[in-house]
T-cell receptor, first 114, second 114 residues
Framework: DSGVTQTPKHLITATGQRVTLRCSPR?????VYWYQQSLDQGLQFLIQYYNGEERAKGNILERFSAQQFPDLHSELNLSSLELGDSALYFCASSLNRGIGYGYTFGSGTRLTVV | GQQLNQSPQSMFIQEGEDVSMNCTSS?????WLWYKQEPGEGPVLLIA?????ELTSNGRLTAQFGITRKDSFLNISASIPSDVGIYFC??????????????FGKGTHLIIQP
């Protein structure tokens, strides 16, 4: 157990729908990162939050958004889903803002859009 | 954006053999990270490198930060069945310091034949 908790583990939904993925970081970690892993694109950085504020954006689509709450858990919202959004979505957390000593990943949410 | 090229894409080896893989970047990195991912799990940090020429070990794993700062190498000695997985190199997504996300290589799939 990495200490980073992601729910749900699996999600199947239809095109055009909206889903919310949830992440609880390791105790004490202030930064949360979201990544998408697909066969063709590999692991892609989406967005980072630090202590409740957006810190950095990667290749995140406009249909996707995220937020980090006062208790430091984070949610990734995916809307107007397309077949190509099917992927593994990982959350990671770290104590500080920078990549520093790397960070800890959760086990991921597998999203299937049908 | 920055690209990381990992090679080989996959390796089929016998148990007990040594393994070498590498990663090259299109630009200079100040940090190199090596992760391992097993089925159904998120990537786990193996080794972090912070200085050109640095050689760091973690058990049977040894990684080096290339002196050009555009490459890194990971070696595994005397492979065992639990070494099976996908090995990723990673570095800062934005060397300018703006983003704290990571850029990942496409991974090296390590398969061990008994």
């Amino acid at each position: 157990d990495s200490g980073v908790t992601q729910t749900p583990k699996h999600l199947i939904t239809a095109t055009g729908q909206r889903v919310t993925l949830r992440c609880s970081p390791r105790s004490g970690d202030l930064s949360v990162y979201w990544y998408q892993q697909s066969l063709d694109q590999g692991l892609q950085f989406l967005i980072q939050y630090y202590n409740g504020e957006e810190r950095a954006k990667g290749n995140i689509l406009e249909r996707f958004s995220a937020q980090q709450f006062p208790d430091l858990h984070s949610e990734l919202n995916l809307s107007s889903l397309e077949l190509g959004d099917s992927a593994l979505y990982f959350c990671a957390s770290s104590l500080n803002r920078g990549i520093g000593y790397g960070y800890t990943f959760g086990s991921g949410t597998r999203l299937t859009v049908v | 954006g920055q690209q990381l090229n990992q090679s080989p894409q996959s390796m089929f080896i016998q148990e007990g053999e040594d393994v070498s893989m590498n990663c090259t970047s299109s630009s200079i990195f100040n940090t190199w990270l090596w992760y391992k991912q097993e089925p159904g799990e998120g990537p786990v940090l193996l080794i972090a490198l912070y200085k050109a020429g640095e050689l760091t070990s973690n058990g049977r794993l040894t990684a080096q930060f290339g002196i050009t700062r555009k490459d890194s190498f990971l070696n595994i000695s005397a492979s065992i069945p639990s070494d099976v997985g996908i090995y990723f190199c990673a570095g800062p997504a934005n060397s300018g310091g703006g983003a704290d996300g990571l850029t990942f290589g496409k991974g090296t799939h390590l398969i061990i034949q008994p």
